[in-house]
């Protein structure tokens, strides 16, 4: 608690995408926020709002420090692919250092998003990464919620829709990975942050997906895209390894990872929907209406957000 009385919560990520919102949304609510971010001086909205620390993964007492007098840890720090010295292994590492740090500075309760459908036994790094780092945080002795989104679209700062609008109105052809049938069910943003300050509400340790109202094949999303931003590019199907050929081609023209071959593995097995009953409510189609003008003008570069650190712009 903060000398004025208000209950202080630390998202990580504030700066980033839907650390952003859940901030936000906490500070409407009348909390304070502080954050844990490799971006402090990141221009950004909220810099001015939210009390901003570096992640120090590597000194437990530092982490522990800046967990001090926080009532809810919300966490959504993750990696969405290796480079260098970054790795699916590191960063569970990281994950199990900030829920025991947390322990050690009597945090109540601590919100994790995670994704839908990790697995420890799943042969994609990312899905076998998110499942070890819910194990450790139910072995971490702290209340728990975990929030599982499919993938995530709205706020100005999603990659997936946002890129694959940057296609259609750039390229002149659109690869689907297969046979495009398998489904996806995006959440937004805002429904996600929201399903966070719920899922802190309650006492039990919970896990739950956060996916939303509409769900459609990979291909009836693309072409929805395509209409949205007023695009008649083909749509052409080849087999994954293709795709994952052409993304990384792509990839060396716009300076990012725009899809990996396990990220394009993920989507064809239909890991980007959840099995429960949805939580969100904004419709992706309807957000599209709205947004289609806009969607895709510039590339979201995964690379110039969080490895490069003097970022020289690539193509929009
Ligand atoms: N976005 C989606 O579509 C989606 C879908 C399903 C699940 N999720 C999960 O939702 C959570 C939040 O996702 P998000 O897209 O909102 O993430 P994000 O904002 O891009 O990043 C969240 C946090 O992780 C840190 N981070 C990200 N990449 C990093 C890297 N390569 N090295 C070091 N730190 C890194 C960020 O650092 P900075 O503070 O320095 O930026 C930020 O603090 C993640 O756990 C993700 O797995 C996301």
Redesign the pocket.
């Known amino acids: 608690m903060s000398a004025s009385g208000t209950e202080t919560d630390l998202v990580?990520?504030?700066?980033?995408?839907?650390?952003?919102r859940i901030a936000e949304l906490l500070m409407d609510s009348g909390r304070e926020v502080r954050?844990?971010?490799?971006?402090a001086d990141?221009d950004h909205p909220l810099r001015a709002r939210v009390h901003a620390l570096p992640?120090r993964f590597e000194d437990p007492d530092s982490l522990a420090a800046s967990l001090e007098g926080i009532a809810t840890l919300y966490?959504?720090?993750?990696?969405?692919?290796e480079?260098g010295r970054?790795t699916f292994t590191s960063?569970v590492d990281n994950s199990r250092a900030l829920f025991e740090a947390a322990r050690r500075a009597g945090v109540a309760r601590i919100v994790h998003?995670?994704?839908?459908n990790p697995s420890t036994d799943s042969p994609l790094p990312?899905y076998r990464g998110?499942a070890l780092v819910e194990q450790a945080l139910a072995a971490a002795g702290v209340p728990y919620a975990i929030v599982?989104?499919?993938?995530?679209?709205g706020g100005g700062?999603?990659?997936?829709a946002n890129n694959i609008a940057w296609i259609l109105r750039r390229m002149p052809l659109f690869v689907v990975p297969g046979d495009g049938r398998y489904l996806v069910q995006p959440?937004h943003?805002d429904d996600?942050a929201r399903i966070c300050l719920q899922a802190a509400r309650g006492r039990r340790d919970v896990i739950l997906d956060a996916a939303g109202p509409d769900t459609m094949s990979f291909e009836e999303l693309v072409r929805a895209i395509r209409d949205a931003v007023g695009q008649r590019t083909p749509i052409l199907h080849a087999p994954p390894a293709a795709m994952a050929a052409f993304a990384r081609a792509l990839g060396l023209v716009v300076r990012d990872v725009v899809l990996t071959a396990d990220e394009i593995r993920g989507l064809t097995a239909g890991l980007?929907t959840s099995h429960q009953p949805a939580l969100g409510q904004i419709s992706f189609l309807e957000w599209l209406n709205e947004n289609g003008p806009t969607l895709g003008r510039a590339y979201a570069n995964?690379l110039a957000?969080?490895?490069r650190m003097s970022e020289t712009p690539a193509p929009s």
Request: hydrophobic residues 40%; without cysteine; proline residues 2%.
């Open positions: 990580t990520g504030a700066f980033s995408y839907s650390g952003s954050t844990l971010t490799n971006h990141r992640y966490n959504t720090y993750w990696v969405r692919f480079r970054t960063a998003v995670s994704i839908a990312y998110k599982r989104p499919t993938f995530v679209f700062s999603d990659v997936l959440i943003v996600l980007l995964e957000r969080h490895f």
